[in-house]
């Protein structure tokens, strides 16, 4: 086995604990369907957390070129994706036993901890990007990453419900369009 494959076992680990968290938060809210009173934003939300978890995986196997690992490298990308762990922790609300699920109250009371989360995944990736490599990779995909910061950032302290409702549908469609232009092949 090479250092690669050793290593990128537990990052698979961890994304795939984070997709299945995620999975598992949709499957409560189907079971749940009666008692949840939607709020759609945190649908979309869901829906962008599996696209980033799953393309952060599939891109992670670009990283099959580096020969010698060292623990900072290994430890750059275990941060980064125990971050974006945690933020999928959050990315859809608990749902109660009994009673109803508000899923609106769910996304404000979590949106701090989720945006901050994204935030600092996106600082993560850039610190990740220049332990690997020595440098903050450019391009679209810094021009996204950044862009991605800044309105995590605003979303933190923003509490307007017409800003979150916008944001929603305008980071999904970065997402999709950032996973479009990066086309990775394996």
């Known amino acids: 086995m090479d250092t690669f494959n050793f290593l990128s076992v537990l990052f698979s680990v961890i994304v795939g604990l984070a997709l299945t968290d995620v999975l598992q938060g949709f499957r409560k809210l189907i079971h749940a369907r009666q008692r949840v ?35 900072a490298m290994y430890g750059a990308v275990i941060g980064q994706i125990t971050l974006m762990y945690l933020a999928a922790g959050v990315t859809m609300p608990e749902v109660p036993e009994e009673g109803p699920a508000h899923m609106e109250a769910a996304y404000f009371a979590n949106k701090d901890w989720f945006f901050g989360l994204l935030a600092a995944t996106v600082l993560a990736t850039f610190l990740k990007d220049f332990i690997l490599v020595g440098h903050v990779i450019g391009g679209a995909n810094f021009v996204f990453l950044f862009t991605y910061l800044v309105f995590a950032v605003i979303a933190v302290a923003v509490k307007s419900r017409w800003y979150h409702l916008a944001l929603a549908p305008v980071a999904a469609a970065g997402v999709l369009a950032n996973a479009a232009l990066m086309s990775y092949r394996l």
Do not use: E, S
């Open 37 to 71: 009173i939607i709020f759609w934003p945190m649908l979309i939300w869901g829906a962008v957390m599996i696209l980033i978890l799953v393309q952060t995986w599939w891109g992670m196997f670009a990283m099959r070129n580096f020969a010698h690992w060292t623990f």
